[in-house]
């Protein structure tokens, strides 16, 4: 075996040789916005790329999770050969063309924060995975470099609050009346679109019109055509996939970008790509200007901000520019995409009543001393649904376990929750009334399980005082104590500190 097909492991290298191609990449695509990449086969098949998706499946959470073959990253690694020997075969199996995806392997979840209703999710095998990967770090510097600044989800460096800083700063308020208020509002109605079923009735034949613009390779889209045909397995029972992305696979996220895409697209007159060369000046700037010139000439104006699948569109205008909208939005996307909006769950609302993206309550409220103002805000209901999950973690059946053990369950949730809320406004208030609540939980919970104990002894045994938090006593046993949510900081999000990914910051001439 040559030096260059060998599959050793030397990781530092593997990644630098990696970020320089996607560097290369990324340039290319931002400095040609109209142009399609044609030969990245190469760069998918190297062996330095094969082992970082082989380093990225290993470390991912979902190692230990088999395909329909029943292999896991373990497995591999101990079997005959181990990963350089299921490398070099994954390699030549790409390069001969015999390489075929197997079917996911399809479990139901439960959707958060809907008891009772679950979504699909397929899981590729480790084979599948690995090449899904390798594929992905080619062509995501290619798209990343061509996607909107008012698209979030599932690229790097981005998140849900980005997504809600943005759609905060864009509905604020910015022109003061006589009087010195803020009365008037960019922005008056939200379209809160939902498109049904989304990622299993995305189009092939749309998607890959999409994938063909940028990525001119045959070889490379040939393959991504069979991940997409390659069906799913449930109960040993085969199903074909003539539509959709199946959720689970590591390429999914990036394809369902692709053709979603197509929805910044459709307002591209007010949301100007910002990597136009054409233009003189920003991309974003342009915009603006536009934004404001239709705005003046009685003109409605619409500005989507999109969260994968989860999008809605800014209204500027009046309720029937809105509903027009709405309906012109449904038909484009039956026609162009093959997706469905919801009728029911597909509104029109104004901007001073709220509503609800990505987990928390947007709204405009009037206050007396400086006019309107943008809220984001944490639903009631979100709360009681906290509330929910920690009384149904300390119910009666669970006294016969220690309290370290229910504090371990408990405090991952608290902790993910509080992170998660920390921008809201008025959180700190919440947070700490959370806290009490857990406490008094908890209370309740040792209460029941020592029901033949003093009060005072129990508040002697297990309420001991904070070795995180000095000057506060909280539950604890043996080393674990109660998470205080109180004492997460809590800040306005800012979008400066969503980082850029590695590829997108140049730092002199790639190497590849």
């Given at each position: 075996?040559?030096?260059?097909?060998?599959?050793?492991?030397?990781?530092?290298?593997?990644?630098?040789?990696l970020?320089?191609?996607?560097?290369?990449?990324?340039q290319?695509?931002?400095?040609?916005?109209?142009?399609?990449?044609?030969?990245?086969?190469?760069?998918?098949?190297?062996?330095?790329?094969?082992?970082?998706?082989?380093?990225?499946?290993?470390?991912?959470?979902?190692?230990?999770?088999?395909?329909?073959?029943?292999?896991?990253?373990a497995?591999?690694?101990?079997?005959?050969?181990?990963?350089?020997?299921?490398?070099?075969?994954?390699r030549?199996?790409l390069?001969n063309?015999?390489?075929?995806?197997?079917?996911?392997?399809?479990?139901?979840?439960?959707?958060p924060?809907?008891?009772?209703?679950?979504?699909?999710?397929?899981?590729?095998?480790?084979?599948d995975?690995v090449?899904?990967?390798?594929?992905?770090?080619?062509?995501?510097?290619?798209?990343?470099?061509r996607?909107?600044?008012?698209?979030?989800?599932?690229?790097?460096?981005?998140?849900?609050?980005?997504?809600?800083?943005h759609?905060?700063?864009?509905?604020?308020?910015?022109?003061?009346g006589?009087?010195?208020?803020?009365?008037?509002?960019?922005?008056?109605?939200?379209?809160?679109?939902?498109?049904?079923?989304?990622?299993?009735?995305?189009?092939?034949?749309?998607?890959?019109?999409?994938?063909?613009?940028?990525?001119?390779?045959?070889?490379?889209?040939?393959?991504?055509?069979?991940?997409?045909?390659?069906?799913?397995?449930?109960?040993?029972?085969?199903?074909?996939?003539?539509?959709?992305?199946?959720q689970?696979?590591?390429?999914?996220?990036?394809?369902?970008?692709?053709?979603?895409?197509?929805?910044?697209?459709?307002?591209?007159?007010?949301?100007?790509?910002?990597?136009?060369?054409?233009?003189?000046?920003?991309?974003?700037?342009?915009?603006?200007?536009?934004?404001?010139?239709?705005?003046?000439?009685?003109?409605?104006?619409?500005?989507?901000?999109?969260?994968?699948?989860?999008?809605?569109?800014l209204?500027?205008?009046?309720?029937?520019?809105?509903?027009?909208?709405?309906?012109?939005?449904?038909?484009?996307?039956?026609?162009?995409?093959?997706?469905?909006?919801?009728?029911?769950?597909?509104?029109?609302?104004?901007?001073?009543?709220g509503?609800?993206?990505?987990?928390?309550?947007?709204?405009?409220?009037?206050?007396?001393?400086?006019?309107?103002?943008?809220?984001?805000?944490?639903?009631?209901?979100?709360?009681?649904?906290?509330?929910?999950?920690?009384?149904?973690?300390?119910?009666?059946?669970?006294?016969?376990?220690?309290?370290?053990s229910?504090?371990q369950?408990?405090?991952?949730?608290?902790r993910?929750?509080?992170?998660?809320?920390?921008?809201?406004i008025?959180a700190?208030?919440?947070?700490?009334?959370?806290?009490?609540?857990?406490?008094?939980?908890?209370?309740?919970?040792?209460?029941?399980?020592?029901?033949?104990?003093?009060?005072?002894?129990?508040?002697k045994?297990?309420?001991?005082?904070?070795?995180?938090?000095?000057?506060?006593?909280?539950?604890?046993?043996?080393?674990?104590?109660?998470?205080?949510m109180?004492?997460?900081?809590?800040?306005?999000?800012?979008?400066?500190?969503?980082?850029?990914?590695?590829?997108?910051?140049?730092?002199?001439?790639p190497?590849?």
């Open positions: 075996m040559t030096e260059e097909l060998s599959m050793d492991f030397d990781n530092q290298a593997d990644k630098a040789w970020l320089g191609v996607q560097r290369k990449l990324y290319w695509s931002k400095g040609t916005p109209e142009g399609a990449y044609g030969d990245v086969w190469n760069w998918v098949t190297d062996p330095r790329n094969l082992r970082c998706a082989w380093h990225s499946i290993a470390h991912n959470k979902g190692r230990r999770t088999p395909g329909v073959d029943g292999l896991t990253v497995k591999i690694a101990a079997g005959n050969g181990g990963v350089p020997l299921f490398l070099e075969g994954l030549e199996a390069r063309g015999s390489y075929r995806p197997s079917p996911a392997k399809r479990k139901w979840i439960p959707k924060g809907k008891p009772g209703k679950f979504r699909p999710l397929g899981i590729p095998t480790v084979a995975r090449v899904q990967c390798a594929v992905k770090n080619i062509l995501e510097p290619i798209f990343e470099a996607f909107w600044q008012v698209s979030y989800g599932f690229r790097p460096g981005r998140g849900c609050h980005g997504a809600l800083e759609i905060r700063q864009t509905i604020k308020p910015r022109k003061y006589a009087d010195g208020m803020l009365r008037d509002p960019a922005y008056q109605w939200v379209i809160e679109a939902d498109i049904e079923g989304c990622f299993d009735n995305i189009g092939h034949h749309h998607l890959m019109d999409r994938v063909r613009k940028s990525c001119a390779d045959r070889k490379v889209n040939r393959l991504i055509v069979r991940f997409l045909k390659a069906g799913v397995l449930e109960d040993f029972i085969y199903s074909p996939t003539a539509t959709g992305t199946p689970g696979g590591v390429l999914s996220p990036l394809l369902a970008n692709i053709a979603l895409s197509a929805i910044e697209e459709r307002y591209w007159w007010w949301v100007k790509h910002p990597h136009d060369p054409k233009l003189r000046s920003d991309g974003a700037k342009r915009g603006a200007d536009r934004r404001k010139r239709d705005r003046e000439a009685g003109r409605p104006v619409f500005y989507p901000v999109r969260y994968a699948d989860d999008f809605l569109i209204v500027s205008g009046s309720y029937e520019d809105a509903v027009a909208e709405r309906q012109a939005l449904a038909e484009w996307l039956r026609e162009e995409m093959g997706l469905t909006l919801s009728e029911q769950k597909t509104r029109v609302t104004a901007l001073t009543e509503f609800r993206f990505l987990g928390c309550l947007v709204r405009l409220k009037w206050d007396d001393r400086f006019g309107y103002w943008c809220r984001v805000e944490i639903p009631k209901e979100v709360i009681n649904d906290l509330r929910w999950r920690i009384k149904k973690v300390l119910r009666r059946q669970t006294q016969d376990r220690s309290l370290a229910m504090l369950e408990i405090n991952p949730i608290l993910g929750w509080a992170n998660y809320y920390r921008h809201c008025g700190k208030r919440i947070l700490s009334a959370l806290d009490w609540y857990v406490r008094n939980r908890l209370w309740l919970w040792l209460r029941r399980k020592h029901k033949h104990i003093p009060a005072g002894r129990l508040t045994v297990w309420h001991r005082p904070s070795r995180v938090h000095p000057g506060n006593h909280v539950w604890a046993e043996d080393g674990v104590e109660q998470y205080l109180a004492y997460v900081r809590v800040v306005r999000y800012e979008l400066n500190w969503m980082k850029s990914p590695g590829f997108a910051k140049a730092f002199g001439e190497d590849a």
